[in-house]
T-cell receptor, first 112, second 114 residues
Framework: GAGVSQSPRYKVAKRGQDVALRCDPI?????LFWYQQALGQGPEFLTY????????KSGLPSDRFFAERPEGSVSTLKIQRTQQEDSAVYLC??????????FGSGTRLTVV | SQQGEEDPQALSIQEGENATMNCSYKTSINNLQWYRQNSGRGLVHLIL?????REKHSGRLRVTLDTSKKSSSLLITASRAADTASYFC??????????????FGQGTILTVHP
């Protein structure tokens, strides 16, 4: 597609529920990033994929967070047993070869 | 963790005035980028300046970089109401990963009154 598409746009989850957030990057983009943006803050790095390989997951805050990109295109960020502190906007970005990023509009997760 | 500080945290100006935002960072960088974020939307890339560059222009935007002070500024000239948004600087470390991981500042909220 023309841009990076994220779904759902909004997600409300009850505490303890599992959620899955989807990112459709620009076709052919090798690099894919996930960022977490708390209210009033700048985005913080979560994880990076180069094609299907997850090369950096140093930003994932706990083992409840898991990301995959099995075929090197669509990526899913999964959060198990959601907690209130997981409430944030989750942003996906893709790039052909690094340095020129296109961000999606994000998924706003609210845990109640 | 956040790379650095941006100031001011909030800036309110009249249409037609210039807006200047500053960003400081802590590490050696490969490049520094500025992004705009409208309320509830994704980030839009504005401009990239490499560590060996000191100034760059793009339309009404002017970015400066002082690597000795580890700081950058973004100037928006002749501001418009449509420029109202949050502005973030983001850096790519020099000695780190080769894939361009971004580290963002806290952002400046710019409000331009018509």
């Amino acid at each position: 597609g023309a841009g990076v598409s994220q779904s759902p746009r909004y997600k409300v989850a009850k505490r303890g529920q599992d959620v899955a957030l989807r990112c459709d990057p620009i076709s052919g983009h090798v690099s894919l990033f996930w960022y977490q943006q708390a209210l009033g803050q700048g985005p913080e790095f979560l994880t990076y994929f180069q094609n299907e390989a997850q090369l950096d997951k140093s930003g994932l805050p706990s083992d409840r967070f898991f990301a995959e990109r099995p075929e090197g295109s669509v990526s899913t960020l999964k959060i198990q047993r959601t907690q209130q502190e997981d409430s944030a906007v989750y942003l996906c970005a893709s790039s052909l070869r690094g340095f020129g990023y296109t961000f999606g509009s994000g998924t706003r997760l609210t845990v109640v | 963790s956040q790379q650095g500080e941006e100031d001011p945290q909030a800036l309110s100006i009249q249409e037609g005035e210039n807006a200047t935002m500053n960003c400081s960072y802590k590490t050696s960088i490969n490049n520094l980028q500025w992004y705009r974020q409208n309320s509830g939307r994704g980030l839009v890339h504005l401009i990239l300046i490499r560590s060996n560059e000191r100034e760059k222009h793009s339309g009404r935007l002017r970015v400066t970089l002082d690597t000795s002070k580890k700081s950058s500024s973004l100037l928006i000239t002749a501001s418009r109401a449509a420029d109202t948004a949050s502005y973030f600087c983001a850096t790519v470390d020099a000695g780190g990963t080769s894939y361009g991981k971004l580290t963002f500042g806290q952002g400046t909220i710019l409000t331009v009154h018509p």
